[in-house]
């Protein structure tokens, strides 16, 4: 991809009217048993390392957490893995205690909900590391779509049927709609970020998936995660 290009995608449009897909048979020649194997390979080996990060950087970040504002450490919600089995995802607390008591919203760039520790640790995506356990037992992997909440998948799926394709594979720790789009605070950024999803499930690859990761760390390093 060229300097300043912008990253191939899928539109709603081509979606609907491409046979590719109506017919899924492409997920299991693109999705092998040998690449799912070595995609399993490399989740447990970076797991591995993320979550000796975290068990060392651990009574720090509890500290300034709990240091910042009350409540607890650890942010526990339901989200749809793959074949939409729900999961328990496990993050770093960077919101206020109870900041959908008004109900489930969407989060926001400059949402004021957001603690300042928690702000860190979402520009340095800090917030997602203990999410390596969820990785390491198979629930997630390290490169693919964000695993949504379910109600947010029924939703999003009631306006565009294509959205629950993103349950076919397995969510990531990161992905390509993830570098590539903006934060989805509302259905249409969500619609925008999906063309990038179907996009990475259609062409997946080791080639893919290291230049994601490599995307991811320069995010990181540039502290533009949200």
């Known amino acids: ?12 449009d ?6 590719q897909f109506q017919d899924v048979a492409w997920l299991r020649e693109r999705w092998t048993p040998g690449f799912t194997r070595s995609k399993r390979a490399i989740d447990v080996c970076i797991s591995v390392i993320f979550i000796i990060v975290f068990a060392v950087t651990l009574p720090f970040v509890a500290l300034a957490i709990k240091l910042d504002s009350r409540g607890p450490v650890f942010y526990i919600q339901e989200r749809l893995g793959k074949d939409s089995i ?3 995802v496990i993050k770093y607390r960077s919101m206020v205690q109870d900041a959908e008591r ?12 957001v603690t300042r520790i928690g702000q860190i640790l979402r520009t ?10 969820n990785v390491l037992v198979g629930q997630m992997t390290v490169v693919g779509p964000r695993p949504e909440r379910p ?30 789009a903006h934060y989805a605070a509302n259905s249409d950024q969500l619609l925008e970020k999906l063309e990038y999803d179907l996009y990475y499930i259609r062409n997946a690859s080791g080639w893919l998936d290291l230049n994601i990761m490599w995307q991811t760390v320069l995010v990181v390093f540039r502290r533009q995660g949200t």
Do not use: C, N
Request: neutral net charge.
């Open 1 to 12: 991809m060229k300097k300043g290009a912008s990253p191939p995608k899928y539109t709603l």
């Open 14 to 19: 081509e979606i609907a009217r491409e046979p």
């Open 86 to 88: 729900p999961f328990r």
């Open 102 to 113: 008004h109900g489930a919203q969407f989060a926001s760039i400059d949402d004021s909900r």
């Open 124 to 133: 340095t995506r800090m917030d997602e590391l203990p999410q390596a356990i």
């Open 151 to 180: 109600h947010v998948v029924d939703e999003m799926s009631a306006i565009e049927p294509a959205f629950r394709m993103r349950t076919m594979v397995a969510p990531g720790l990161t992905g390509y709609a993830q570098v590539h």
